[in-house]
C-alpha cells in the first residue's frame, strides 16, 4: 500500500488529504497540534512538530512513501524539500524550498538569475516608505507598509518574534496578481493570473480574487517569463508553485512565491470553480506517474469575493439561502451572526473568519454588478458604527 505525507492536519491541508485519499492512498499526517478529524480523518497521525525533519523521516522509514503533498504552510515547506531528497522522492529539493521560504536567499537567487526584486535595507538607508515583513515563510502575515522612522520602531516593537527576523524591504507600488503553476515531467504549466482587491494601507490585506485577470498580452507574457525563468532554473521535474507578482514599469516583481499550492480558498474553491483543475489531483499523478488530463482554460470569469465590511455592528440575521439563489452564488460560507462588531481587517484571520463567496459571468462589467448587488444586499444587516 502507498503512503503520501501531509505535513500538516488542519484545514489548511484537508483538501489535499481528502484528494488523496480519494484515490486510494494512504495518509500519513504530522504536526504538532491535535489533529482535527472534524476535518481530516488521516489514516495514521503523529502528534510532533513538522519542524523536526529527521524524526519525521525516521518515522517514515518504515512506510512505503510515494511522496509529500504541497501543502504546509510558511516555512514548513523546507521539511518537505527534505523529506523530498531523503527518500528520492518527485517533487520540489530542499534547496529550493529553503530559497523560496527565506527572502534573503531569494534576492539573491533573483539577483543571479537577472530577475528584478525588491531591495532589502538595512537600518541606515531606508527609503520611506517601507514594508516590514519576516524573513522566513510567505503571506501576508504579520505584513505592514511603515513611513517613518517612529511608525518602524512601534511595529517592529509589536511583533513576538514568532517568525524570527524581520526584514526592512522595499515597497514596490504597483499592480498586484496572484499565479499558479504546476511542473509535470520538468514542463512549465502556466494555469493563470488572477487580479486582486486589497485593502489600503498599510495593512495590504486580500479581500477577493478575479480569474483569470483582464491584463495585456505584453503584461502576460511578462509574469510568464520572469516566472518560467525562476522556476525552470530549479531543475525540478514535479512541483506546485504560487507567486505573488507586482507589475511597475512593464517589469514584473516577485514579492512571493512557495512551493505549494496556494490557500486562502483559492486551490480548493476558486480554481476548481473557474476551470474544474484540481491541483492536488495534478499532482499525485506525476507522483504515481500516472496520465493528467489536459489543462483547461475558462471562458468565463469567476470571482471569489470576502466579506469586506470594516467597523460595523450586526443587527439583524439575514437570509444566506435566499441570497444564494437569488444572484446564482456558486459557493458561499458567511460566518457573520447578530449583534456581532465587525472590526478593522489588520490580518488574514479577520478577512477568512467573515467568510466569503464565489460568482462566475461571461461578461466580467456584469461579473462587477452582479458583486456590488451581493454586498448591497449583505449590508442589510449590518450598521455603521
Do not use: W
Not at 504536526?31 to 512538530?49: A, G, Q, R, W
Not at 524524526?55 to 512506510?63: E, F, G, H, R, V
Not at 531569494?106 to 532589502?120: R, S, T, V
Not at 507598509?145 to 524570527?164: F, T
Request: glycine content about 6%; some cysteine.
Amino acid at each position: 500500500m502507498k503512503y503520501i505525507v501531509s505535513l500538516g492536519a488542519g484545514e489548511e491541508q484537508a483538501f489535499a488529504i481528502n484528494t488523496a485519499m480519494s484515490k486510494g492512498l494512504k495518509v500519513i499526517a504530522f504536526d504538532m497540534k491535535e489533529c482535527d478529524y472534524s476535518l481530516v480523518k488521516p489514516d495514521l497521525f503523529y502528534n510532533i512538530s513538522i519542524h523536526e525533519k529527521e524524526k519525521i523521516a525516521d518515522i517514515l522509514s518504515q512506510y512505503d512513501i510515494c511522496g509529500v503533498l504541497p501543502s504546509p504552510v510558511g516555512r514548513n515547506v523546507v521539511t518537505a524539500g527534505y523529506l523530498n531528497d531523503y527518500f528520492g522522492l518527485k517533487g520540489p529539493s530542499f534547496s529550493c524550498c529553503d530559497i523560496c521560504s527565506d527572502k534573503l536567499k531569494n534576492n539573491k537567487y533573483l539577483e543571479k538569475n537577472g530577475l528584478a526584486f525588491p531591495q532589502i535595507y538595512q537600518k541606515d538607508n531606508i527609503v520611506f516608505p517601507a514594508i516590514l515583513k519576516p524573513q522566513f515563510g510567505s503571506g501576508s502575515k504579520d505584513v505592514q507598509i511603515v513611513y517613518n522612522e517612529n511608525e518602524l520602531d512601534e511595529v517592529y516593537n509589536k511583533y513576538d518574534g514568532s517568525y524570527g527576523e524581520y526584514l526592512i524591504q522595499e515597497y514596490i507600488q504597483g499592480v498586484e496578481y496572484g499565479c499558479d503553476i504546476v511542473i509535470g515531467g520538468g514542463e512549465f504549466h502556466f494555469l493563470n493570473i488572477r487580479s486582486k482587491q486589497i485593502t489600503p494601507e498599510p495593512y495590504r490585506q486580500e479581500l477577493a480574487y478575479i480569474m483569470p485577470a483582464n491584463i495585456s498580452n505584453q503584461d502576460y507574457n511578462t509574469i510568464y517569463n520572469i516566472l518560467n525563468i525562476y522556476i525552470n532554473n530549479m531543475n525540478i521535474d514535479s512541483a506546485v508553485f504560487h507567486a505573488d507578482i507586482i507589475l511597475k514599469n512593464n517589469e514584473a516583481y516577485i514579492i512571493d512565491i512557495s512551493p505549494r499550492a496556494a490557500g486562502l480558498n483559492i486551490t480548493s474553491k476558486l480554481i476548481i470553480s473557474s476551470c474544474g483543475f484540481n491541483i492536488y489531483d495534478y499532482y499525485i499523478n506525476q507522483l504515481l506517474n500516472k496520465p493528467n488530463p489536459k489543462i483547461s482554460k475558462s471562458n468565463s470569469y469567476t470571482l471569489l469575493q470576502y466579506i469586506p465590511f470594516e467597523n460595523m455592528c450586526v443587527d439583524k440575521d439575514l437570509d444566506i439561502s435566499y441570497i444564494q439563489n437569488k444572484y446564482k452564488i456558486i459557493y458561499m460560507e458567511y460566518n457573520i451572526i447578530k449583534n456581532q462588531y465587525i472590526g478593522k481587517i489588520t490580518n488574514t484571520s479577520h478577512v477568512l473568519n467573515r467568510g466569503f463567496y464565489i460568482i462566475e459571468n461571461q461578461s466580467l462589467e456584469e461579473l462587477y454588478i452582479q458583486n456590488n448587488k451581493i454586498l448591497d444586499e449583505l449590508t442589510g444587516g449590518i450598521v455603521n458604527e
